[in-house]
């Protein structure tokens, strides 16, 4: 609990130091601010250009759609924002400054996760919160007080499975170094499949994010309760209740493969 | 001319060296060629021949759009964050030095990159696609040479585009939201997202006008067998007028930064 807390702290401390770095430039600052909500906006742009030829997307209406894409754009942008800079590690087991922050009196995960910590992504975090807010507006939902926990739920359990993705995709750059882009199948990659309904998917494809990654906790399984609609896979109604539990495991997973990799590093000398 | 040769060369070569950021890449446009390709068919499925496309045609632009994404670099990846690096640091003088142009240097650099990334990176992705779905692609090699065509006058619209926002940091100092920008109007306005034809009314007329269109929904449309005979001739003509017209304003451009360059440190 002790390292928890220095571990918060020293995350603050290296955050704050990057955001008053950025605000040095506040013009590019505000420019990739803007940019970054605009980027991650177009993925819900493109939703709604379908929409403009079709009504319903593999039996799915535009609000329900919108409730899927907001729940997974506002988790995978808390997870963006606080860990995404995970994914430059492998550049710093290449060029050696990993060493740099292995003798620093600070747990180097929080070093690593806070390194170039970037304000602007809060624009991901912003349209994602927009569109859930529009899909709840327009919804027609007979709402009990569990479905309302549920919608609460979803970004922030979902943010912490994306974390850990992030978390793992940075312990499997301890060996594959250059091969970081690969982690993107399934952060990247898991937002964009996460923003459609599963029917959209193969079988194949909704059970490989159900049972390996388990994405499907994200969103799919709480808002597909929340909706009413029907379960892929003939699975159980209870998984809606179960993300927070997945979100832990997750979590431990991830924190037993990032102190695997970090016994096995080995410095390339200077 | 060597010279510039000898640049496109080296730069394909360096890009080659990283095989397995390459692999990485691949992987990664692939998954996303997946997700991508069953929304398509989610939306066809719905609406057959939206666009102007049947559905064999809409994966295959799909999976088009995964090979191109790196070579026309669309989402960024190209020379432009180094040449605003130094442009920031002040190496660039080192480089005006040099008894070559500068536009030129940094194009043939960029060519060698996007040729390296298309066999590289663009290949192995469409494979992938054309064995697990069934792709509207030609057997006879003519529209291969007509896209290949396409697809060079496509990069060097996406480079002409990027140079330009890059020399921004000339004035701005950090090129980072500027060159963000050029990223997004790269994504909307090429097609990536979805088929220009795709877009409603106005907003389609003007995404079919702008540059970025050059870099994917053209050389996708000449592939695709859309674009034949003077259409064709049409499609080279726009892609040249926009390339030429760009490198003209980078030449411009060019000349008023290195005007007021002060090069700071040392």
């Known amino acids: 609990m002790r390292t928890l807390r220095t571990g918060l702290r020293v995350y603050g401390l290296i955050a704050t130091m990057w955001m008053r770095s950025t605000m040095t430039y506040r013009a590019s600052f505000a420019m990739t601010a803007l940019a970054n909500l605009a980027a991650t906006s177009f993925d819900f742009a493109v939703i709604l250009l379908m929409f403009t030829h079709v009504d319903t997307l593999a039996g799915y209406r535009l609000p329900e759609i919108a409730l899927l894409y907001g729940a997974a754009a506002t988790a995978f942008g808390l997870a963006d924002l606080t860990m995404g800079s995970m994914d430059r590690l492998g550049r710093r087991v290449r060029d050696g400054t990993l060493d740099t922050l292995l003798v620093r009196p600070a747990p180097v995960l929080a070093q690593v996760a806070a390194d170039r910590f970037a304000l602007r992504r809060l624009g991901r975090i912003t349209q994602g919160l927009l569109v859930l807010g529009y899909a709840l507006v327009t919804l027609d939902i007979a709402w009990t007080p569990l479905k309302a926990a549920m919608v609460a739920m979803m970004p922030l359990s979902g943010a912490v499975i994306f974390a850990a993705l992030f978390v793992a995709g940075a312990a499997f750059q301890f060996i594959a170094q250059d091969a970081a882009e690969v982690q993107n199948s399934f952060t990247y990659g898991g937002n964009t499949l996460l923003q459609y309904p599963p029917t959209v998917f193969a079988k194949d494809l909704v059970r490989g994010v159900t049972f390996v990654v388990p994405l499907a906790f994200v969103n799919w399984l709480p808002a597909l309760h929340v909706l009413g609609q029907p379960y892929p896979l003939d699975l159980p109604r209870w998984l809606a209740f179960t993300p927070p539990l997945v979100a832990a495991l997750c979590c431990a997973l991830a924190g037993a493969a990032w102190r695997a990799g970090l016994r096995t590093y080995r410095s390339t000398g200077s | ?266």
């Open chain 2, 1 to 266: 001319m060597r010279l510039y040769a000898a640049v496109a060369a080296g730069s394909f070569r360096r890009y080659a060296t990283y095989r397995v950021a390459t692999a990485a890449g691949v992987f990664t446009n692939t998954v996303f060629g997946f997700i991508l390709a069953h929304t398509y068919m989610a939306l066809w499925d719905e609406r057959p021949r939206l666009g102007g496309y049947d559905l064999s045609q809409a994966v295959t632009y799909v999976w088009l759009c995964q090979a191109l994404l790196m070579t026309c670099a669309m989402m960024g990846g190209g020379f432009e964050d180094e040449l605003v690096e130094r442009i920031r640091t002040g190496d660039i003088a080192i480089d005006l030095h040099r008894p070559a142009d500068l536009q030129l240097w940094w194009l043939a650099g960029d060519l060698g990159r996007a040729a390296f990334h298309l066999l590289g990176r663009g290949a192995v992705p469409l494979l992938l696609g054309a064995l697990a779905f069934d792709l509207a692609l030609p057997a006879s090699p003519l529209p291969w040479l007509a896209f290949l065509v396409s697809v060079a006058l496509g990069i060097t619209v996406g480079f002409a585009l990027r140079y330009l926002a890059a020399l921004s940091a000339f004035w701005l100092m950090d090129g980072a939201g500027v060159l963000h920008f050029t990223w997004l109007a790269g994504m909307f306005f090429s097609g990536m997202l979805l088929p220009l034809t795709l877009f409603p009314g106005a907003l389609g007329e003007l995404a079919r006008m702008l540059p970025w269109s050059s870099l994917l929904q053209i050389p996708v449309d000449v592939l695709l067998g859309k674009r034949t005979g003077w259409a064709l001739v049409h499609a080279y003509a726009f892609q040249l007028g926009w390339a030429a017209t760009l490198l003209g304003a980078g030449r411009l451009l060019q000349s008023a930064a290195t005007r007021r360059v002060v090069v700071q440190g040392g």
